[in-house]
């Protein structure tokens, strides 16, 4: 029996030291490819990034060389400035460049507006890029050799035209992301859209386009465009996530009356009184019936009535703009103004009529494809501290309506001169320092060249 036990006891010791040495060996084999993976990764990791580089170089070489004219082309469109859906000249220079790239131009819509198409390697995706070219009715005052000199009549009285909102730079830094992108077309995988939009101060521009038939036989997975940053110095490149732009809504009232002598105000209803207490009433509104959360204003920006100071007179017409996000405010905030009117004038039995408008959308920046590009706005800035992250603004902008067509981004370009403390767009002193343009151009050629190249299709 020991004998027996003895020979068992060896065989299972040799079988346990072989599986010892064998679990060793596995061991031994997953460590050694676990580095083998991580090498490997960091071997990609690193060949991506110097691709990288050397693309972001290639990008910088040609930016550099097409510079001058770049510069030529902004002053040129600054100087003569066009109001919407009268940009005839600022289109056909913005084509002829676009052709001369070998870009497919088409012409015509809304009027003015330009789509042309640079086709890449076979395979990839679709992206857009916009940029709007309309100016304001507005006397420039900066003093530049290139100020614009234009003028336009409007009911019988003459207004300077100007390029106050930066439309000359967006404008002229789309042609330079076409001029970068063109020479490197044989380096990426897809197609993009360039669209020159006329009339994005009307708001409507951007609907117009693609109500026209702008993407119905090629739509982009993705858009994205500029702003200028009058609050950033030339630089700097601002973002927000989210909701980035406000609904642009508003209403006209005219409150109705017989009209009577002011010194007998109890003879008729006073139109103005009742006004006011609309006025009041709906700053009183948003303060204490909207969520102080969902971002709210109501401006009454127009209030007319009378003609004399013992007279009161047979209206008041009031007009306001109101400015919410999304699509759920806006109808919340519209029943509570038409209500609060209605109730108002009924009470004392003013007779009304209120015309409540929807217009231009909120803008809201896709998250996940702001976060997507943001390394490669970071790498091409040179550091995160030219990276600028700023909270929604109630303005409104029409390039909401493409971002209702795909996820969008629209980032902001600091224009602002580093001798100047401050310079505010639909200003007539709005200036921009012009080395914000071959940022611009940097920027956004290398966000859609790493795009196309991440997200290539087979």
Request: charged residues 25%; proline residues 4%; contains cysteine.
């Amino acid at each position: 029996m020991k004998k027996v036990a003895a020979a068992i006891i060896e065989r299972e010791g040799r079988i346990l030291i072989a599986k010892r040495k064998k679990g060793r060996e596995s061991m031994i084999r997953k460590f050694l490819y676990a580095i083998f993976i991580c090498l490997c990764l960091f071997s990609v990791d690193k060949s991506l990034f110097s691709q990288s580089r050397n693309t972001d170089k290639k990008i910088q070489e040609i930016v550099r060389e097409i510079l001058p004219e770049l510069i030529e082309i902004r002053r040129d469109i600054h100087a003569h400035p066009e109001l919407a859906f009268e940009e005839k000249r600022t289109s056909a220079l913005a084509a002829a460049y676009l052709e001369k790239l070998g870009l497919e131009v088409k012409k015509g819509f809304a009027k003015t507006g330009l789509l042309a198409i640079l086709r890449g390697q076979k395979g990839g995706p679709v992206i857009g890029m916009r940029a709007d070219m309309d100016a304001l009715p507005l006397s420039e005052k900066t003093g530049l050799p290139f100020s614009s000199q234009e003028k336009i009549r409007i009911d019988g009285i003459e207004y300077g035209v100007m390029h106050a909102c930066g439309h000359d730079v967006h404008t002229t830094v789309l042609l330079g992301v076409a001029g970068v992108l063109s020479r490197l077309k044989d380096n990426f995988n897809g197609t993009i859209l360039f669209i020159v939009q006329p009339a994005e101060e009307k708001g409507d521009g951007a609907n117009e386009m693609l109500k026209e038939g702008l993407f119905r036989d090629i739509k982009p997975e993705a858009m994205f465009a500029f702003h200028v940053n009058d609050t950033a110095k030339a630089g700097v490149i601002s973002y927000t996530p989210g909701y980035s732009g406000a609904n642009c809504d508003g209403f006209r009232l005219v409150i109705k009356s017989e009209g009577c002598h002011g010194a007998s105000p109890s003879s008729c209803v006073d139109p103005i009184v009742v006004g006011s207490q609309v006025v009041v009433a709906l700053q009183v509104m948003v303060s204490r019936e909207i969520d102080a959360n969902q971002n709210t204003v109501i401006t009454v920006g127009s209030f007319h009535a009378g003609s004399a100071s013992n007279i009161i007179p047979e209206k008041a017409e009031l007009q306001a703009t109101v400015r919410t996000y999304g699509g759920e405010q806006r109808k919340l905030v519209r029943q509570k103004v038409e209500r609060l009117i209605t109730n108002i004038c009924e009470g004392a039995g003013a007779q009304f009529e209120l015309g409540y408008y929807f217009a231009t959308p909120s803008l809201y920046n896709d998250p996940a494809l702001l976060k997507e590009i943001l390394p490669t706005v970071e790498r091409v800035l040179g550091g995160k501290e030219f990276l600028k992250e700023e909270l929604p603004e109630m303005g409104g902008e029409d390039f909401s309506y493409f971002a209702r067509e795909a996820p969008s981004v629209m980032l902001g370009l600091g224009v602002v001169p580093e001798e100047v403390a401050k310079t505010s767009v639909h200003s007539p002193t709005f200036i921009v320092d012009e080395q914000s343009i071959p940022l611009g151009v940097k920027v956004m050629s290398s966000v859609i060249f790493d795009y196309l190249n991440t997200h290539k299709k087979h």
